[in-house]
């Protein structure tokens, strides 16, 4: 798993040279798509100008096909999954623009037959460990449509191999480690907020597969109307079961970035508060893109530490085993 992470910046790189099929022109967009290949809905979203939905979840939300010139976009690294082909069954039932990204399975062949612009990303990954092929592609795809104007994906790559560096050597390491010593063994709340609360959920994301951890997201401004107020019984119990970690980005609202402190504060009578990890970069894509990659470093940590293997997914298999989508 760890050369996989190495490849990030050459994804970006690899996304950002692409030669993008034809898309028809839209005014708003909905990404479907599930898990390692669904977040790749929430970057678009956070790099759009334009309007982009994000559905996780089988057919398509009744409201969709009212949008202004919509696209449906769908994301399955596989190609197999059930919830993004019934998405697109629904879109075309609908008589909606499609277009597909995806390494292979149903989902291609649907687009070969049907004539619907493709992006096939390199196979023989783990959806999750090809994050920057499939987000960079569907953020390719979103600019094609013209709700996008700048991808932001060489920005990206180049912030991802600074912070990497070769052979994982980079200055992201120590960052990592140091919030990996202080997480391990704890259940992380990553806490976010915008374009940082998409990053927080890859880290949890990214906890809960890698590192066989639970993991949750807190996001703010909406945590302080709600969430702050379940850990003030606490007390000091839970110090040593769950570690906070704050994203941040220097562009967030002046009223947003005063909250995390505050917050932070009431979340620490009950938590151990690891630390702020902060976004580099001038798009929005590297923001979020240096953000990962500290993220899916820290989450490496914790799996050595748990003593777990990262790659395998043996409950995610066995669930789809069970339910028939392969
Ligand atoms: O990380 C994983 O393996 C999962 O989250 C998958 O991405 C998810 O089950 C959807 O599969 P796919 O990415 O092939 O559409």
């Not at 390719?140 to 932001?152: K, N, P, R």
């Not at 991802?160 to 919030?179: E, F, H, S, Y």
């Not at 690891?274 to 993220?295: D, H, Y």
């Amino acid at each position: 798993m760890e050369s996989m992470i190495e490849t990030l910046p050459d994804q970006f790189r690899w996304a950002a040279g692409l030669r993008v099929p034809e898309v028809p022109g839209a005014r708003s967009a909905v990404v479907c798509g599930m898990g390692g290949s669904g977040i790749s809905g929430d970057v678009a979203a956070a790099v759009a100008d334009g309007p982009v939905f994000v559905h996780k979840d089988f057919g398509l939300p009744p409201w969709v096909p009212s949008l202004s010139e919509p696209i449906v976009v769908a994301v399955s690294y596989s190609g197999n999954t059930e919830e993004t082909l019934s998405a697109v069954e629904s879109a075309r039932e609908a008589g909606l623009p499609i277009a597909a990204v995806s390494s292979g399975g149903r989902l291609s062949e649907l687009a070969a037959d049907e004539g619907w612009p493709l992006i096939r990303v390199p196979g023989g990954l783990q959806p999750r460990a090809a994050f920057g092929y499939l987000a960079g592609s569907v953020v390719q795809m979103i600019e094609a449509a013209g709700l996008a104007e700048d991808t932001g994906l060489d920005e990206a790559a180049s912030i991802t191999a600074t912070l990497l560096g070769d052979g994982l050597r980079g200055p992201g390491r120590q960052l990592a480690d140091d919030l990996a010593e202080e997480l391990a063994g704890r259940i992380a709340v990553i806490m976010g907020s915008g374009l940082t609360a998409v990053a927080a959920y890859r880290w949890k994301t990214q906890i809960n597969e890698n590192a066989k951890s639970p993991a949750f997201v807190s996001v703010l401004p909406e945590a302080d109307h709600n969430e702050v107020e379940g850990w003030t019984t606490l007390g000091t119990a839970l110090r040593r079961t769950v570690g906070v970690v704050m994203l941040r980005d220097d562009s967030e609202p002046p009223a947003v970035g005063a909250r995390f402190q505050p917050t932070a504060r009431l979340l620490g009578v009950g938590a151990t508060i690891v630390g702020e990890v902060w976004a580099q970069g001038t798009s929005r894509l590297a923001r979020l893109a240096s953000l990962t990659a500290i993220g899916d470093l820290v989450s490496l940590r914790l799996a050595r530490a748990a003593g777990v293997d990262p790659v395998a997914v043996d409950a995610i298999q066995q669930l789809k085993q069970t339910l028939g989508d392969s």
